[in-house]
């Protein structure tokens, strides 16, 4: 079956530029994560939804950053005035439910390089 | 939330066994233990998880120690495909523990 899928997979911001990066999870899933990975580290937990409420934001680095999920289905990741320190890959995952230990689906990334 | 140990690399050989040690000593009773890997170039992929109990599924083993301290992944024939970054990740079973809080992981040379 279709796995989460994010666009675009490579995105190229002059700095100062705002950017939108989406997510498509998969169909039915109730919670959606985005989560940030810098060059040579373990990604790092940006924000998270259930539904269409935004129950943590807390890893969100600055407010810069911003997210939505207005259907409770695809979900967009808005990074105002890039600066050169948001270069990072992107992720998005999907799970199936709220809670318990399920696991999370990851898409491929976008891989943000602002210059 | 409690904080994993795990060697930064390993090697192994293509078709022996890998055993990829994890260590968890402030785990609390409520902390299921995850595996995650990520590929090159991919979104990580999700593993194994287990509670207490050794688990098996169609890609790895978990073995966790009696006293929950510690765990091994197993991975019982390494392929090349298997070469990835492996991180163990704790993740407690209650509305605060939504997110996964990534370490640094095991990166898994597999030679042929």
């Known amino acids: 079956g279709a796995g989460v899928s994010q666009s675009p997979r490579y995105k190229v911001a002059k700095r100062g530029q705002d950017v939108a990066l989406r997510c498509d999870p998969i169909s039915g899933h109730v919670s959606l994560f985005w989560y940030q990975q810098a060059l040579g580290q373990g990604p790092e937990f940006l924000t998270y939804f259930q539904n269409e409420a935004q129950l943590d934001k807390s890893g969100l680095p600055s407010d810069r950053f911003f997210a939505e999920r207005p259907e409770g289905s695809v979900s967009t990741l808005k990074i105002q005035r890039t600066q050169q320190e948001d270069s990072a890959v992107y992720l998005c995952?999907?799970?199936?439910?709220?809670?318990?230990?399920?696991?999370?689906?990851f898409g491929p990334g976008t891989r943000l390089t602002v210059t | 939330d409690a904080k994993t140990t795990q060697p930064n690399s390993m090697e192994s050989n293509e078709e022996e066994p890998v055993h990829l040690p994890c260590n968890h000593s402030t785990i609390s009773g409520t902390d299921y233990i995850h595996w995650y890997r990520q590929l090159p170039s991919q979104g990580p992929e999700y593993v194994i998880h287990?509670?207490?109990s050794n688990v098996n599924n169609r890609m790895a083993s978990l073995a966790i120690a009696e006293d929950r301290k510690s765990s091994t992944l197993i991975l019982h024939r390494a392929t090349l495909r298997d070469a990835a970054v492996y991180y163990c990740?704790?993740?407690?079973?209650?509305?605060?523990?939504?997110?996964?809080?990534f370490g640094g992981g095991t990166r898994l040379m597999v030679k042929p």
């Open positions: 995952a999907s799970r199936k439910s709220g809670h318990g230990p399920y696991e999370q689906y």
């Open positions: 990740i704790l993740r407690a079973n209650n509305n605060a523990g939504n997110m996964l809080t």
């Open positions: 287990g509670l207490t």
